[in-house]
């Protein structure tokens, strides 16, 4: 892939601009990303545009995504018999985890499905497509995949057999700080092989 440019263009194709959905999170350009981080699908849907977060010199905005990400999670009303809500999700504290440990491997956040739901059984038919994902395995060419979850991992094994993938438990449970810590330095040491 050339250029942002043409990247965002090709995208835009996909899944449409303005979008609900959630291609991918990273920071900066997605074109420097040769390891991609994989789960089935976004659980928090956004009230912003994905496009609100990419400008075509810079890439994606991670952190003006995440500033609107904890806003829009602080508000959400909570589920019936809930007190609280951690400012993050299970799934989004282990992420950041393991991506500061891999130091400078420039990383893509990404899902299989890009549409949001808080729950893989609530994805509709229509959400079930992966054309975004593939498009980014097409057009980036990761050199590794860390997928996790059942779903994500034989997506990856079925779909893109010949990609270096390493297969983990999903994010959402039962990861403490010190194991995700240790795979972002996993992480790191196979993207220095490349």
């Given at each position: ?38 789960g ?9 545009d ?64 890009a ?23 097409e ?15 034989e ?25 995700a ?14």
């Open positions: 892939m050339p250029n942002l440019t043409e990247f965002q263009q090709r995208l835009e194709t996909i899944i449409g601009r303005p979008t609900d959905q959630r291609p991918f999170v990273c920071d900066g350009s997605p074109l420097d990303c040769r390891v991609f981080i994989v089935l699908n976004p659980a928090s849907a956004s009230e912003r994905f496009w609100a977060f990419w400008d075509c010199e810079a890439g994606f905005n991670k952190r003006a995504w995440f500033e609107s990400y904890l806003a829009e999670r602080a508000k959400r009303p909570l589920k019936p018999g809930k007190t609280r809500r951690n400012p993050i999700s299970n799934t989004r504290r282990v992420l950041e985890w393991v991506i500061s440990s891999a130091s400078d491997t420039h990383i893509l956040e990404t899902n299989i499905y549409s949001a739901t808080e729950d893989a059984k609530d994805l509709a038919g229509s959400m079930r497509h992966s054309r975004a994902f593939d498009f980014l395995v057009a980036l060419k990761p050199r590794l995949v860390v997928a996790h979850g059942n779903d994500a991992v997506y990856m094994r079925t779909r893109y057999p010949t990609v270096q993938t390493i297969a983990v438990k999903h994010f959402s449970r039962r990861w403490s700080q010190q194991a810590r240790d795979l972002g330095l996993s992480i790191s040491h196979e993207a220095g092989a490349f």
